[in-house]
């Protein structure tokens, strides 16, 4: 089992920035890929980007790619993701997820583990 605790939303103006958190807890937590996925009101939940075990690799959504960076620490067991030159369109609940065999990192279903998700609103 494996916990996750999203952490660092909240309100801000479009052009401003936050830092999302996600503090991993239980079994053999450096054995799961992390990744970020979001979910606006009415839509379907959406990738992100991924980070592998190690923290060297990396995937993006496309259209998102440069724009949020995900890094990892696993020594404080935390992946974060750094929400540059927010817009009103990334306002969305924010999910950590992290699963152990992911082959395919940009679909819901390759996540085991899921966190309660963190409410980004960017304002024009």
């Known amino acids: 089992q494996v916990q996750l605790v999203e952490s660092g939303g909240g309100l801000v103006q479009a052009g401003g920035s936050l830092r999302l958190s996600c503090v991993a807890s239980?079994?053999?937590?450096?054995?799961?890929?992390l990744g970020w996925f979001r979910q606006a009101p009415g839509k379907e939940r959406e990738f992100v980007a991924a980070?592998?075990?190690?923290?060297?690799?990396?995937v993006y959504a496309d259209h998102l790619k440069g724009r949020f960076p995900i890094s990892r620490d696993n020594a404080k067991n935390t992946v974060y993701l750094q929400l540059n030159t927010l817009q009103p369109e990334d306002t969305a609940v924010y999910y950590c997820?992290?699963?152990?065999?992911?082959?395919?990192?940009?679909?819901?279903?390759?996540?085991?583990?899921w966190g309660q998700g963190t409410q980004v609103t960017v304002s024009s």
């Open positions: 997820a992290a699963g152990d065999m992911v082959v395919a990192p940009e679909l819901v279903s390759e996540y085991m583990y």
């Open positions: 239980g079994r053999r937590v450096h054995d799961y890929a």
């Open positions: 980070v592998s075990r190690s923290g060297s690799g990396t």
